[in-house]
C-alpha cells in the first residue's frame, strides 16, 4: 500500500491518554502545532479508572493550561491521607501543615475529558485509532510517525516526536536496545480496586493490615473507590461485590469499616503492582514523557503527577527550541525529568515497602514495619520528609 497522504507538523504526540493530551494543549497555547495519534478509540480511553489524587503542582499546572475550570469546581481539596495499622493506630500525612500546600482529589478519567474538550474546543486534531504506529528517522533532522486507519496509510512529518504512548506504547522500544538503561521491580501482589456510586469516607485512608493493604479513597460526594492488595493471579470473578466489601472492611479498625457505605460496584479491576524506569528520556528527536518511561506502584499516587511534570517540563522545552532557538531545555530534558522522577519512584517504593504484606515476610520484618509506623506517628521530623514527597517535589529550572 502506498502512503496516501502526508502532513507537516511540528511535534508529532503518540499516544492520548493524560501526557499526550495535556502536551497537545500546552503546545497549542504557545502555537506550536502539533498531532496526536491514540490507537484506542475515543470511548475506551474515557472509560479507563485511574488515578485520584492530584499534588498541588499538578493542580496548577492544569489551571495554566486552560484546563482547570471544571477541576476548581468538583475537584476536592483536602489536606492529605491517613494511614491506619495494627487495627488501632492511625496517624495523618498533613501535607497542608508539614509542607504547606493541600492535595485534590479529581479523577484522571475527568482529567481527560477535560483535556479531550479543550482539544476541541481549539481545534487541536487528536486522530483516535490509529493503527501500526511506527516512528522513522528519530536520530535524524527530519523524524516522521507512519499509522493506518481505516485501511489508508498516513506519515506525519514532524520537527520532534514526543512519546507519550504509555508502557506498552511502541515510542520506548524504538530507541536501540543498547542506547536504553532499564531498572525494574515487580511487587509480589497487585491491587483489587472497586468504583461504587457510594458516598466516601471524609479522608484518604491507608490501611497496613495483617490481611493485606487496603485503601479508601474517592472520586466525588456519590463516587467512592476502593483497594485491596490481592494476589497475581486473583480471578475477577471469585470477587463478587459482597466478598470485596467484606474483606475491605475486615482490614480497617471496626469504626471505620463500619462506617463504609457499601452498594454495587460500577468498575471492577486488578492491576498488578510494578517500578520501572528507563533513561534516557530522550534519544535524537524522540522525548518521552509519563508511563512510556516509567511506572510506579500506585501506592505513592504519583504516576500521574509524573507525566503532568514531565509534560510541564517538556513542553517549556519544546516551546524554547522551537519558537525561540533556545536548546537548553531540551538537551537537559532528560536529566530534568529524571531526577523528579526518581524521586518519587523512590518514594513510592519505600510507602509499597511499608504498607503491604509481603509473602516472605518474616516477624522480624513485620516488627520494623509497625516500628517504622510508629515512628513516623510520632517524628516530626520523618513527618515533614514524608510530608513534602507525598505532596510533589518542587519542579526544577535551570541553575
Ligand atoms: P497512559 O494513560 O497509559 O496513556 C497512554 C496512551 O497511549 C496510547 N497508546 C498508543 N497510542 C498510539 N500508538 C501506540 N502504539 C500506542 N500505545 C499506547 C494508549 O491507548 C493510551 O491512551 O499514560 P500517560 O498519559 O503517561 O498517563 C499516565 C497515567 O495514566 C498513570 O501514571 C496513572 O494512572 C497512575 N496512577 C495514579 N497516578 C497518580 O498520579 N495518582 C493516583 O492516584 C494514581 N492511581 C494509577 C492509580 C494507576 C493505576 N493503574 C490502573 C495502573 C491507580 C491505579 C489502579
Ligand atoms: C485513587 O483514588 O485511585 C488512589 C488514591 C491514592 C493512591 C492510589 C490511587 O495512592
Known amino acids: 500500500m502506498g502512503i496516501e497522504d502526508i502532513v507537516k507538523t511540528g511535534v508529532a504526540i503518540v499516544g492520548g491518554g493524560p501526557a499526550g493530551l495535556l502536551l497537545s494543549q500546552r503546545l497549542h497555547l504557545e502555537g506550536v502545532d502539533n498531532v496526536v495519534l491514540e490507537c484506542r478509540s475515543r470511548e475506551h480511553v474515557l472509560g479507563r479508572v485511574r488515578a485520584g489524587v492530584l499534588e498541588w ?32 493506630h492511625r496517624l495523618t500525612i498533613d501535607t497542608k501543615k508539614y509542607a504547606d500546600r493541600p492535595m485534590m482529589a479529581y479523577g484522571q478519567t475527568n482529567i481527560t475529558e477535560d483535556l479531550y474538550a479543550a482539544r476541541a474546543a481549539m481545534g487541536g486534531i487528536v486522530v ?13 533532522h527530519h523524524p516522521s ?28 522500544q524504538s530507541i536501540p536496545r543498547t542506547e536504553r538503561r532499564e531498572f525494574e521491580k515487580e511487587y509480589p501482589f497487585g491491587w483489587l480496586g472497586i468504583l461504587s456510586e457510594t458516598p466516601p469516607l471524609p479522608d484518604l485512608i491507608y490501611a497496613n493490615s495483617e490481611r493485606g493493604f487496603a485503601l479508601c479513597s474517592m472520586r466525588n460526594p456519590m463516587l467512592s473507590r476502593y483497594y485491596i492488595q490481592c494476589e497475581l493471579d486473583t ?30 460496584s460500577i468498575e471492577k479491576s486488578i492491576a498488578p503492582l510494578r517500578s520501572f524506569v528507563s533513561e534516557p528520556m530522550s534519544y535524537g528527536r524522540l522525548f518521552l514523557a509519563g508511563d512510556a ?17 514531565d509534560v510541564f517540563y517538556l513542553s517549556r522545552a519544546l516551546v524554547a527550541q522551537i519558537k525561540h532557538g533556545d536548546e537548553r531545555y531540551l538537551s537537559s530534558y532528560s536529566d530534568m525529568a529524571l531526577r523528579r522522577v526518581w ?55 535551570l541553575t
Not at 62 to 67: A, F, H, N
Not at 128 to 136: M, N, Y
Not at 293 to 308: D, Q, R, Y
Open 235 to 264: 480471578n475477577l470473578d471469585d470477587w463478587p461485590d459482597e466478598r470485596f466489601w467484606e474483606e475491605l472492611k475486615l482490614r480497617f479498625p471496626r469504626n471505620i469499616g463500619d462506617a463504609i457505605v457499601t452498594g454495587a
Open 343 to 397: 524521586g518519587a519512584a523512590r518514594f513510592s517504593w519505600w510507602l509499597t515497602g511499608l504498607l503491604h504484606r509481603f509473602p516472605a515476610q518474616g516477624s522480624f520484618d513485620l516488627r520494623a514495619q509497625q516500628q517504622e509506623l510508629s515512628y513516623l506517628a510520632s517524628s516530626d521530623a520523618h513527618m515533614r520528609s514524608v510530608c513534602e514527597q507525598y505532596a510533589g517535589l518542587p519542579f526544577e529550572d
Open 145 to 172: 510517525v507512519g499509522y493506518t486507519k481505516n485501511g489508508d496509510s498516513h506519515r506525519i512529518d514532524c520537527v520532534f516526536i514526543a512519546g507519550c504512548d504509555g508502557f506498552h506504547g511502541v515510542s520506548r
Open 128 to 140: 483516535d485509532e490509529a493503527e501500526r504506529v511506527t516512528l522513522h528517522d528519530i536520530d535524524t
Open 57 to 88: 503542582g499538578s493542580v496548577e499546572v492544569l489551571r495554566d493550561s486552560d484546563v482547570g475550570g471544571r477541576l476548581d469546581i468538583d475537584g476536592h481539596e483536602h489536606d492529605g491521607a491517613d494511614i491506619v495499622w495494627g487495627g488501632e
Open 293 to 309: 518511561a516509567h511506572i510506579v506502584p500506585p501506592t505513592g499516587a504519583k504516576g500521574l503527577n509524573l507525566a503532568i511534570s
